[in-house]
């Protein structure tokens, strides 16, 4: 699992191998990750938008922007948390992602939270 806290909102990534969805022979490999993001602060926040770098075993970058997460733009008070699972393919056995959040808080502020690298890895190549 990865952690990383931002302005005080923490976001926690635990990414997981699916070979029933994947087919290495068709260099096609599927990952999911579960995030957590946890407001700390005093404000309340919204996710307004998400950044991911998304790189293969090659080292060839994929970057992925759009609007909030799963079809949502969660507001979360001090204290909340929201959690969501979502999926990449990839035409490795071996990869990493990372990124960010892009929240805005009562003041109207936009900020960008940190989405803290971790691998993808299909354990069946691991050494």
């Known amino acids: 699992m990865s952690h ?3 302005r005080q ?5 635990d990414p997981s191998y699916h070979p029933e969805h994947s087919d290495p022979a068709r260099n096609r ?3 999911s990750y579960a995030i957590r993001i946890t407001n700390h602060g005093a404000d309340v ?12 075993a090659h080292g060839i970058r994929e970057e992925v922007r759009g609007s909030g997460v ?7 008070g001090p204290g909340e948390h ?16 990372e990124g960010s959040y ?21 354990p069946s190549t691991e050494q």
Not at 9 to 13: F, L, W
């Open 70 to 76: 799963v079809g949502e733009q969660p507001v979360l």
């Open 102 to 122: 892009q929240m805005l808080n009562d003041a109207g502020e936009r900020f960008d939270v940190e989405i803290p690298p971790f691998a993808l890895v299909d």
């Open 29 to 31: 490999w599927f990952f």
């Open 4 to 6: 990383a806290i931002t």
């Open 45 to 56: 926040v919204q996710l307004v938008s998400r950044h991911w770098i998304i790189t293969n």
């Open 82 to 97: 929201f959690e969501y699972t979502s999926f990449c393919p990839l035409g490795t056995s071996l990869g990493s992602m």
């Open 9 to 13: 909102i923490e976001v926690s990534v």
